[in-house]
């Protein structure tokens, strides 16, 4: 076998051409990568669907695949946030399919104000384990108190079997300043999984500013003597929510392959710009 030196050197434009043909010929084999329709450039082809094509895609009444790769597109977009693709994200939590209902919950998350996060306390009790983790990862980007009781059940692993989706819990629920959340998480380092109890240390860290670790009987203590809410929150810190992040795949390496659009953390919409309670 010819290794690349050994070749007869190729134009970029030859290169390009032949990673673009490589990922075409396997997006057919699962790969996440589609051409435009009626495309006439290479240029049109890179550019991927425009805001009509993703919303004819995300109103497909016959194909629930299409409605949801249309609707991840536009939880995806920065325009997303006009009244009309709002609502259909807000159809989009009813949607029959699991996958329609997981991405609309990201745009909500995305691109919603603080009192739709009660939108999305349904789908914490949904039948799927992905819908419940995507709605779990939206309420920590929506400041909105009135959450916290379905937060606290769901925490409980009578009430919520997947630990994946009692750690994303934990982590949404360290911006609600209340001694009932402080109690809850503390409860949290026991459970049979490492990743709730992490997830539960960390947010009692940033709401007390306390670093006691995994020991629940110091946590237990140290909230005793604490006592009151001021107290106990006195030297909290701003919550954070955790970004949308994934490694580039293996195609988003060839050349005009756009990777990934990762973000960075940030405060939840609503969370109040003075806390201490």
């Not at 890179?46 to 009444?61: H, K, T, V």
């Not at 934990?170 to 049979?192: F, K």
């Not at 005793?224 to 390496?253: K, M």
């Amino acid at each position: 076998m010819h290794s690349l030196k050994s070749c007869s050197p190729l134009s970029s434009l030859g290169v390009v051409a032949a990673a673009l043909g490589l990922v075409l010929a396997l997006s057919g084999c699962g790969a996440d990568f589609s051409a435009t329709p009626g495309a006439k450039s290479l240029r049109e082809v890179l550019r991927g669907p425009s805001p009509a094509d993703a919303a004819d895609m995300a109103l497909d009444p016959y194909d629930p695949q299409r409605r949801f790769r249309g609707t991840l597109l536009l939880a995806n977009a920065k325009f997303a946030g006009e009244p009309l693709y709002m609502q259909l994200f807000a159809d989009g939590l009813r949607d029959p399919d699991p996958g329609v209902r997981l991405a609309s919950a990201r745009a909500i998350a995305n691109h919603g104000v603080p009192s739709q996060a009660m939108s999305l306390v349904p789908l914490l009790m949904d039948d799927n384990q992905d819908v419940r983790l995507e709605a779990a990862k939206g309420l920590q980007r929506l400041h909105e108190p009135k959450v916290v009781d379905a937060l606290l059940e769901r925490l409980d692993p009578k009430k919520e079997p997947q630990p994946e989706v009692r750690a994303e819990i934990a982590e949404a629920l360290g911006q609600y300043a209340e001694g009932r959340v402080v109690q809850a998480l503390i409860a949290a380092l026991d459970d049979n999984r490492l990743s709730v109890n992490r997830r539960a240390e960390a947010s009692l860290r940033t709401l007390t500013g306390n670093d006691l670790g995994l020991d629940r009987g110091a946590w237990v203590r140290w909230s005793q003597t604490a006592g009151e809410s001021r107290t106990l929150f006195a030297a909290r810190a701003a919550y954070v929510h955790p970004a949308y992040f994934r490694s580039p795949s293996w195609w988003e390496y060839l050349p005009l392959v756009q990777g990934p659009k990762n973000e960075s953390a940030g405060l939840p919409k609503g969370f109040p710009e003075r806390f201490g309670g």
